[in-house]
T-cell receptor, first 117, second 115 residues
Framework: DAGVIQSPRHEVTEMGQEVTLRCKPI?????LFWYRQTMMRGLELLIY????????DSGMPEDRFSAKMPNASFSTLKIQPSEPRDSAVYFC???????????????FGAGTRLSVL | KNQVEQSPQSLIILEGKNCTLQ??????????LRWYKQDTGRGPVSLTI???SENTKSNGRYTATLDADTKQSSLHITASQLSDSASYIC??????????????WGLGTSLAVNP
């Protein structure tokens, strides 16, 4: 398997524009996670899905952020409208087992570096 | 408040030397603790996962320890190599009844191994 695939790798946009980040999880993984990473706050869980259903979206910062998982092999994270403070690296991860299980290993994609000017 | 604190924030060592990274947590109820390695420009990669009953776990030159009583963990790197230069992140899993499951992430220790 090619691992978790994210696109694009880099995104530069202007404030107010819509941004869509994409993720393809590892085939067979039932759990998909979206994270945001900044120097100040480290990795923050935004939302996670189980079998395409959002389970916990308490980390989504505000209504400008939305995530969907229309099928088992694809998810999107959308920011509309984008703001400079959204600049960060966004990671997608997938796993076979629930988030807290001892044998759960999350596999991360390479991330999307977002810069909002 | 559930927190994971790592020290030092950054560390520079010479190739071939050993080093130890620290992680203190206040997460409750505790489920497990894991260490991740994150290379620059890449996503984190799992190194070890330890449950409450495990004191030590090794992965090659990496050895993690866990003291659940004092809520401390350490990651020891033996005979460091240039490729060990990365950020090392401690993550504690919290597990309540029902679906309230969370991973609490530390900010990481940035390790630079110099020749």
């Amino acid at each position: 398997d090619a691992g978790v695939i994210q696109s694009p790798r880099h995104e530069v946009t202007e404030m107010g524009q819509e941004v869509t980040l994409r993720c393809k999880p590892i085939s067979g993984h039932d759990y998909l996670f979206w994270y945001r990473q900044t120097m100040m706050r480290g990795l923050e869980l935004l939302i996670y899905f189980n079998n395409n259903v959002p389970i916990d979206d308490s980390g989504m910062p505000e209504d400008r952020f939305s995530a969907k998982m229309p099928n088992a092999s694809f998810s999107t994270l959308k920011i509309q409208p984008s703001e400079p403070r959204d600049s960060a690296v966004y990671f997608c991860a997938s796993s076979l087992r629930p988030i807290d299980r001892a044998k759960n290993i999350q596999y991360f994609g390479a991330g999307t570096r977002l810069s909002v000017l | 408040k559930n927190q994971v604190e790592q020290s030092p924030q950054s560390l520079i060592i010479l190739e071939g030397k050993n080093c130890t990274l620290q992680c203190n947590y206040t997460v409750s109820p505790f489920s497990n603790l894991r260490w991740y390695k994150q290379d620059t420009g890449r996503g984190p990669v799992s190194l070890t996962i330890m449950t409450f009953s495990e004191n030590t776990k090794s992965n090659g030159r990496y050895t993690a320890t866990l003291d659940a009583d004092t809520k401390q963990s350490s990651l020891h790197i033996t005979a460091s190599q240039l490729s060990d230069s990365a950020s090392y992140i401690c993550v504690v899993s919290q597990s309540n009844a029902g679906n309230n499951r969370k991973l609490i992430w530390g900010l990481g220790t940035s390790l630079a191994v110099n020749p």
